[in-house]
């Protein structure tokens, strides 16, 4: 059983992103846990602050270090955690192989941030990896962290009902996928190609790789420079 737990000064933001679908499943088979704990429990004052102007002045306020470093202990006296993750513009960039890695962690931390971010001396003396979805700023890390916890979810051995499939992802072999298509074999004149019809699972199978590489040649040429 792999678990998460999430530090958020919006905990209603991530109430729904984990309640359908391969989430929820992988949830109710047991195989994932997932808590969302708010970070104002640990608030400096009654007000509920957790953030503060920032020290050499300028705009946006910056996450304290008293409430989210009361955070992280609490959570670790009860648990280890094999990462603590802050999600930050300024991590490194999410790639496929670092959420299959990732997926076969047993408890993850993650820390989202907000405003102008938080206090440097948590990252320095708790964080253990930087993670970025990539090269945009968004206002809080917390779609962020929906994000991650949903790549690293659905790898889950057992999670996936054809458990194949995640091999064929896009990015698992630096390829991106075929084109495919559903019923019906005709629709406004448009066909599928004969090929996937044809019942010859060898031709298929090659036809798939063929445009794979087509549509990574065109569409993400640095992907086969790896
Ligand atoms: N917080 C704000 N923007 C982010 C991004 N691109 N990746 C991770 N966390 C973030």
Redesign the pocket.
Known sequence: MMHIDIITVLPELLESPFQHSMMKRAQEKGLLSIEVHSLRQWAVNDYGQVDDYQYGGGAGMVMMCQPLANAIDALTANRKYNEIIY???D?ERLTQPRVNQLSLQQNLLLIC?HYKGIDERIRTQYVTRE????D???S??EL?AAILVDAIGRLIPGVLNDETSALTDSFQDNLLSPPVYTRPEEFRGWRVPDILLSGNHKNIEDWRYEQALKRTKERRPDLLND
């Open positions: 999600l930050t513009p991590g941030g993670i970025s979805i990539g945009y700023v968004l809080g890390g962020p």
